[in-house]
């Protein structure tokens, strides 16, 4: 099942919908249990529990709740806990009565010494920055990966909003953040702020439903062994046509490299048949001789979907060429060039009846709608998708795939390796070659965006990479995928 995420008021609907686990504190017990057993594992990977010390950092309500109860389970474990209480006046009153008789320390500052720091002090009804109290609490902390104590988030990390991901100036970066039930919006689209994600089942229901219906678009992502299981392999009846046919119209004079990234990763992703048209013809033939070319349109062959754009130039004939291929009833892939003359021309997408996916990056999305993204991120592909009934891929280290139904699929590529030029080539030559396997635009792109960025990290392998590199990582990549379906 792909992992879902929920928005606040989904989340305190499926808390209100346990009745009675919610009024009598049942689920704050089961999130503090989880908390605390998080800490104690993080501690016992770094030399045991007892006799460590603990800093949490209390905010009012239930969020703080939470740390307090975590910290009077880990004191009877023999940690050394000490609070510091932003408001004291509203901290939650049985919370804090239990850390107290469990003998947690009050404090005026968190002491110099700490191994794990709790970050309790808003939750999902959090807004905005950290207020200065806290900004000042957390950045007098020595970061994690210098030696500072590791910062475990309640819920998630203070100042990042929980629906759009936004995560605001100042805000706490987590080393992991500990939520409760289904993940919030936010562990995906703000997930480097996050750290590690770890869910704790506090009887919410699988998909955090309580067993209810949802009838609100969904924001999800796939697991490895779903893209694994998805990515298209031959069977015993298959040939070259029924595995699917791409074309990819992509270089020039002046890109040529376009073409050969594009078309390679196209080669690299499936096993069915390449085709390219353009003036890249000797140079993409001189690399990947599997590749048919041609020069002109018409002379192409029969494909079963299109990738455009790429380098591919944004004069008249590009224009006239983009027509004729969107024109067709084919599934096609925009990208690059093809997207800046879409901006111009949104009528040819806007009125087709096949499918479409557009894969713009934030200058691109902001050229095709007239408007900066901004931080929900989210929100805007979801709207571009429903009022131009296409699909979009939002590129970026958590990338997005909408399409008009506001479905959203998401992939945190887990590092920026793949951040180098030439690498949105290689993403449109993978997702093209997916749709003419056959896989809904939505699908095609996850599954995409996820070899794409596993590609990045094995090329990588701690140092920078570029798009070249990352082409010839396609195939360990969704070796590694399809190992783990």
Not at 170 to 182: I, K, N, R
Not at 350 to 378: I, K, M, N, S, V
Request: charged content about 20%; proline content about 6%; glycine content about 14%.
């Amino acid at each position: 099942m792909p992992i879902r995420y929920l928005t606040a008021e989904r989340v305190r609907e499926a808390e209100h919908a346990t009745g009675h686990l919610l009024e009598d504190g049942t689920l704050m017990r089961r999130a503090s249990a989880g908390v605390a057993h998080v800490v104690i594992r993080e501690l016992d990977r770094t030399g045991g529990v007892y006799g460590r010390r603990v800093g949490l950092v209390v905010g009012a309500g239930d969020n703080g709740g939470d740390a307090l109860f975590a910290g009077a389970a880990l004191q009877r474990r023999g940690v050394a806990c000490a609070a510091l209480f932003l408001a004291p006046d509203k901290a939650h009153a049985g919370g804090r009565a239990a850390f107290r008789r469990a003998g947690g320390r009050e404090v005026p500052a968190l002491p110099a010494e700490l191994d794990i720091v709790i970050d309790g002090v808003v939750g999902i009804g959090g807004r905005g920055p950290l207020r200065p109290a806290a900004a000042e609490v957390f950045a007098a902390l020595q970061p994690a990966d210098a030696g500072g104590p590791a910062v475990v988030s309640v819920d998630l990390p203070s100042g990042v909003d929980v629906d759009t991901g936004e995560v605001h100036d100042p805000a706490v970066q987590a080393s992991v953040t500990v939520t409760f039930g289904v993940p919030r919006n936010a562990h995906l689209l703000a997930a480097p702020r996050c750290g590690r994600v770890e869910v704790v089942d506090i009887g919410l229901g699988p998909d955090g439903t309580d067993g209810g219906t949802d009838p609100g678009p969904r924001f999800e992502s796939l697991t490895d062994d779903e893209v694994g299981r998805l990515w298209p392999v031959p069977g015993a009846s298959d040939d070259k046509y029924s595995q699917g046919v791409v074309g990819v119209i992509a270089g020039s004079a002046r890109y040529p490299g376009a073409a050969l990234l594009a078309t390679g990763a196209a080669v690299a992703a499936t096993s069915g048949m390449t085709r390219y048209v353009g003036s890249a013809g000797d140079e993409v033939v001189s690399h990947f001789p599997e590749v048919v070319v041609a020069a002109t349109l018409p002379d192409a062959g029969r494909v079963q979907a299109w990738v455009i754009g790429p380098g591919a130039g944004t004069d008249d004939a590009a224009l006239a060429l983009l027509r004729r291929v969107l024109s067709t009833d084919l599934p096609v892939l925009v990208d690059a060039d093809g997207l800046s003359l879409v901006a111009q021309h949104p009528e040819l997408v806007t009125e087709r009846a096949a499918p479409t996916l557009l894969t713009p990056h934030a200058g691109e999305f902001a050229r095709l709608t007239g408007t900066d993204l901004g931080a929900d991120r989210l929100g805007a592909v979801r709207d571009l998708a429903r009022r131009w009934q296409v699909t979009v891929l939002l590129k970026g280290r958590v990338t997005l795939i909408a399409d008009p139904s506001g479905d959203v699929l998401g992939n945190d590529a887990g590092s920026s390796w793949a951040a180098t030029a030439g690498a949105g080539d290689v993403l449109s030559g993978i997702a093209g070659s997916l749709l003419a396997a056959g896989l809904a635009p939505r699908l095609a792109g996850a599954a995409a965006a996820r070899v794409h960025a596993r590609a990045a990290v094995l090329a990588a392998r701690g140092a920078p990479i570029g798009a070249s590199a990352l082409s010839s990582a396609i195939r360990p990549a969704i070796r590694d995928l399809r190992s783990s379906a």
